[in-house]
Each structure stands twice: as structure tokens, then as C-alpha cells.
């Protein structure tokens, strides 16, 4: 079955810190995996996507995402953190059935 | 500007009143989705339809229904047998083939009076 974990369910960082946010998986075929960003009130906005090819992926706003498949993992980083990144923040895969399955989503406090 | 939108943005429902939450999208997507989002529980699917006058029970379809009779629309009914309604309702969309990304509208707030 697929799943994805978060562990880490709040994150604090100062203004300027890097970040990165974990993401586990579990899919047995070559997976499809987003992160998603969700400020308060709002619908979820994607970040960046990754079906194939490069593991490293670029995505909006100065985020990039590795994906290594020996250890199923998908973790978004930033290398500096600004106030407004303070979001609610979700790792996603989708199987062939076009089926999406979401962490329970990482909550990013930035102290300034 | 292409997009989802979720009416109303805040709804309030009396015990043992059914009330239909609004998802329309000019994206021209085949796929759309319900999802409801409680605190600390991420999103959970509720239904889901990938044609029209066709859609599939997600993960928690208990006290919910939908319908599919145009693309554009997929309304989600919370009927009165859903007895923990309140919560965060989100609509979202995609591409049928590709395994393209999801879009979300930017969702409904529920709560009972």
C-alpha cells in the first residue's frame, strides 16, 4: 500500500536558516511525489514535482527537493528561510490509479 | 485565469440539515476530488470522480455524496448522517493522464450552529 510519512510534525527556524522538511515513502513502482505549500485559510499551492530524470528537483519561491530512492525519501530544503515561508507543508505521491496520498504535513514557524 | 473555485468560503449547518459545498474549474480537468482536513490529520479523500456520471468512494465516503453530471462541477453534499462535519473542505482537480499535479481551490470552512 502507499503511504507517505512526515515526521516531523512542527518545525522552528530563524530567519536566514536553512531548512529541510522530511519525506518518506512507500511505493512499490517508480513513484510520482510533490510538496505542496498551504498558508492558513487556503488551499494548497504546489511547490515542485518529481516524475523522472534528475534527482534533484528546482521548485518556486527558492525550494528544491531530493529524491533518493535508496532510502525512499523526498526532503525539501531551502537554503534561506524568510518570514513568509511560514506555512503548513505536505509531501504527496500518486499511484497509477491517480490516486493521491498526503502526509499529515509539517508546520514551518519562522522566528524573525 | 484558469482556476477552481469553492463556495461558499465559510458555511454553518443546523443539526440534522444537509448542506452542499460548491466546486466548479475552468481548467478543463477530468479528475476532481473532495478532501476534508482536521487538524493534525492531514487530507483525507472523501470521494473522487475521474469522468462525468462517474465517481468512487474515497477513505471517509460515510455521511457524504457527490455528483458529476458536468466536467466543470463536482459538488460534495455533508448530509446529516456525517456527525462530525466540522472542518476544512478541499476541492482540487487534474489532468487524467500524465500523472500530473493536483490544483486546489481555496477550500470551505464548515461548522455547525
Known amino acids: 500500500a502507499q503511504s507517505v510519512t512526515q515526521p516531523d510534525i512542527h518545525i522552528t527556524v530563524s530567519e536566514g536558516a536553512s531548512l529541510e522538511l522530511r519525506c518518506n515513502y512507500s511505493?512499490?513502482?517508480?513513484?510520482?511525489l510533490f510538496w505542496y505549500v498551504q498558508s492558513p485559510g487556503q488551499g494548497l499551492q504546489l511547490l515542485l514535482k518529481y516524475f523522472s530524470g534528475d534527482t534533484l528537483v528546482q521548485g518556486i519561491k527558492g525550494f528544491e527537493a531530493e529524491f533518493k530512492r535508496s532510502q525512499s525519501s523526498f526532503n525539501l530544503r531551502k537554503p534561506s528561510v524568510h518570514w513568509s515561508d511560514a506555512a503548513e507543508y505536505f509531501c504527496a505521491v500518486v499511484n497509477t490509479g491517480n490516486q493521491f496520498y498526503f502526509g499529515t504535513g509539517t508546520s514551518l514557524t519562522v522566528i524573525t | 485565469d484558469g482556476g477552481i473555485t469553492q463556495s461558499p468560503k465559510y458555511l454553518f449547518r443546523k443539526e440534522g440539515q444537509n448542506v452542499t459545498l460548491s466546486c466548479e474549474q475552468n481548467l478543463n480537468h477530468d479528475a476532481m476530488y473532495w478532501y476534508r482536513q482536521d487538524p493534525g490529520q492531514g487530507l483525507r479523500l472523501i470521494y473522487y470522480?475521474?469522468?462525468?456520471?462517474?465517481?468512487q468512494k474515497g477513505d471517509i465516503a460515510e455521511g457524504y455524496s457527490v455528483s458529476r453530471e458536468k466536467k466543470e462541477s463536482f459538488p460534495l453534499t455533508v448530509t446529516s448522517a456525517q456527525k462530525n462535519p466540522t472542518a476544512f473542505y478541499l476541492c482540487?482537480?487534474?489532468?487524467?493522464?500524465?500523472?500530473?499535479?493536483?490544483?486546489f481551490g481555496d477550500g470551505t470552512r464548515l461548522s455547525i450552529l
Open positions: 470522480s475521474q469522468i462525468v456520471n462517474d465517481f
Open positions: 482540487a482537480s487534474r489532468p487524467q493522464v500524465g500523472n500530473q499535479p493536483q490544483h
Open positions: 511505493y512499490g513502482a517508480t513513484p510520482y
